[in-house]
């Protein structure tokens, strides 16, 4: 397993999000639950994270050293976080939220009872 997948699993691990697996995605290694895409390594430093489309355009204007788009990512439901450019409580972050939208809704909503 890779330093930076092996990274991301850990923090993955330490958010406590149920049915998070590992699981390749693009011939990478990948986080899914349910089956559906949260997360891929895409090379040594770049992290493909599920979002909301949304939240895109911001999250690269207030942090561009850590969250980018590539031409084939625009208009896709995904950001590029630059491993080497983010803490681990910001790919943290970032997992949860892909987490709630991918996650059956029954799930998140048991998550936030606790």
């Known amino acids: 397993m890779d330093a930076a997948f092996a ?8 958010t406590g999000l149920p049915g998070i697996e590992s699981a390749p995605s693009y011939g990478t290694p990948g986080l899914k639950v ?5 997360a891929r390594i895409k090379d040594a430093d770049t992290l493909v994270v599920r979002c909301p489309l949304e939240e895109k355009t911001f999250l ?3 942090d561009p050293a850590v969250f980018f788009e590539t031409d084939h990512y625009t208009g896709y439901p995904a950001i590029l976080v630059r491993l080497s450019a983010a803490d681990n409580a910001t790919i943290a ?5 892909a987490w709630r939208m991918q996650a ?3 799930t998140v909503a ?3 009872q606790k």
């Open 7 to 14: 990274r991301v699993l850990a923090i993955a691990a330490s």
């Open 34 to 38: 349910g089956g559906k895409f949260l």
């Open 60 to 62: 690269m204007d207030a």
């Open 93 to 97: 972050g970032r997992i949860e939220q």
């Open 104 to 106: 059956p809704k029954r």
């Open 110 to 112: 048991a998550w936030d």
